[in-house]
């Protein structure tokens, strides 16, 4: 498992799942528990925990990296272009056009629920 910090487990699940087109692996909104799957992965696979920031020690490392611009999370994505041009149409708000450096190609965008998200293509 894997976790990230969000404002709003909740409204995260939502983002994750509808926007980006995660799956629900587990949702239990009456104890704020929300996990998440990439679709496309076998079963055993990682699942993202959508954590609540509560915690001050938590909240302090979500707003600090959001402050500094930095994404909590990267997602490899075969083509991002194409999940750009598909989120952008969804309402995403990017950091700008997807760009090229010697490690791929790299787009950053804010989930609205506290951080910022890189995708990522070889």
């Known amino acids: ?68 611009g930095i994404p909590a999370i990267v997602f490899g994505v075969p083509d991002v272009q194409a999940e750009y041009s598909r989120l952008i149409e969804a309402g995403v708000a990017f950091k700008g056009e997807p760009s090229e450096d010697p490690s791929g190609i790299s787009a950053v965008f804010d989930d609205g629920c506290g951080n910022f998200v890189q995708l990522h293509q070889d």
Do not use: W
């Open 1 to 68: 498992m894997c976790s990230i910090h969000v404002q709003d487990p909740a409204a995260a699940h939502t983002f994750y799942t509808q926007t980006l087109g995660f799956e629900t692996l587990m949702a239990m909104p009456e104890y704020n528990l929300f996990i998440v799957k990439d679709p496309g992965a076998e079963a055993g696979s990682v699942g993202l925990l959508l954590e609540p920031s509560d915690n001050p020690i938590g909240a302090n490392y979500m707003n600090a990296l959001h402050d500094a």
